[in-house]
């Protein structure tokens, strides 16, 4: 992974902390990143290159009207006041490509000096096992902190951690020893057909993978977790973008206050920038509404409804 630094900038060497998106159902965590970029004014110093990801550009994701400054499948942004950078990705991973392109991330994390990194994205509402609303929208978090996936302070802020990791279960174990690159033990390799099952399905999503990768490298690693459906998910991303103001010590009255005027990021307004629908990947874009193909290849996405992006091919033991 190849960081391309735009003219005249170059990132602060005091950022110690990272955040990014995992993509999910509704667009959530890369909806929250737009929303803590504008919040905390974070900088655009560059953009990471990668074959692992789809190319593609997009309008301005943060003006109230879009001016047309190019808005690119993974975008660098530093904070300096906040000691903090942020990564948007608005473009999926290549199929089947997911480990290497989490390996790849790991790798710049780790080389670019950063200690904490806090992975926003979200969890279909259909596979919640034990739905509890009483309390309103809830967040789930997975912490390298502790062996089971626990961290005390996330308990503290009233946080559940995710039941369906357990790093003894074969799945996560599977998954874990791929972001280490160590050999597979025959007693955890999946057998035929079996990635399909209920029990690989979580260890298959992307933050996953991100976290085992950047916990295979050392990086204290706090995955932030909402469950939402397909639809309107702006409540949710202002959910999620709150929390992690909570775990970092930021303060979010900015999200409320922009909510109240419509000050959102144009990104919250719909066809303004890109982020992947369903098909993307698929050879199912057609040239309408919902997306076209531009000059050498390159495909121009309006916003969409995001898929989960659940990916069997993930856990492959060497994806292609």
């Not at 993974?74 to 000691?83: F, G, I, K, P, R």
């Not at 999926?92 to 989490?102: L, Q």
């Not at 089971?148 to 003894?168: A, F, I, M, V």
């Not at 950047?214 to 639809?231: H, M, R």
């Amino acid at each position: 992974m190849e960081f391309v630094a735009e003219q005249g900038k170059h990132a602060h060497g005091g950022s110690s902390t990272l955040i990014l998106p995992a993509l999910s159902i509704g667009n959530v965590g890369q909806l929250a990143v737009d929303l803590l970029v504008a919040s905390i004014k974070a900088e655009r110093i560059g953009y990471l290159d990668t074959p692992f990801v789809l190319p593609c550009v997009g309008n301005d994701a943060y003006g109230p009207v879009p001016n047309g400054e190019l808005a690119l499948p993974l975008e660098a942004y530093d904070s300096s006041s906040n000691a903090m950078s942020l990564i948007q990705q608005r473009s999926p991973v290549v199929k089947g490509r997911m480990i290497e392109f989490a390996k790849c991330v790991a790798d710049y994390v780790a080389a670019s000096g950063k200690k904490k990194v806090v992975v926003l994205s979200s969890l279909d509402f259909g596979r919640w096992q034990k739905v509890d609303m009483s309390s309103g929208l809830q967040v789930h978090y997975l912490s390298s902190t502790n062996s089971d996936g626990t961290d005390d302070y996330c308990e503290q802020l009233g946080w559940k951690r995710l039941q369906e990791y357990n790093p003894t279960q074969k799945a996560w174990k599977y998954l874990s020893t791929l972001a280490e690159g160590n050999a597979v033990p025959e007693d955890i390799l999946p057998f035929e057909g079996e990635l399909e099952e209920e029990e690989y399905y979580y260890p298959s999503l992307p933050f996953a993978a991100l976290f085992s990768c950047l916990k295979a490298k050392g990086l204290q690693v706090t995955c932030l977790l909402c469950y939402c459906s397909e639809g309107d998910n702006i409540p949710d991303a202002f959910h999620l973008a709150e929390a992690a103001c909570k775990l970092l010590g930021l303060n979010p009255s900015n999200f409320h206050e922009w909510l109240a005027h419509d000050f959102s990021p144009s990104s919250m307004q719909l066809g303004n920038i890109l982020y992947p629908t369903s098909d993307i990947g698929q050879g199912n874009v057609e040239e309408n509404g919902s997306g076209g193909w531009g000059e050498d290849g390159i495909t121009i996405f309006p916003i969409g409804l995001g898929s989960e992006m659940h990916d069997p091919d993930l856990l492959c033991v060497d994806p292609i």
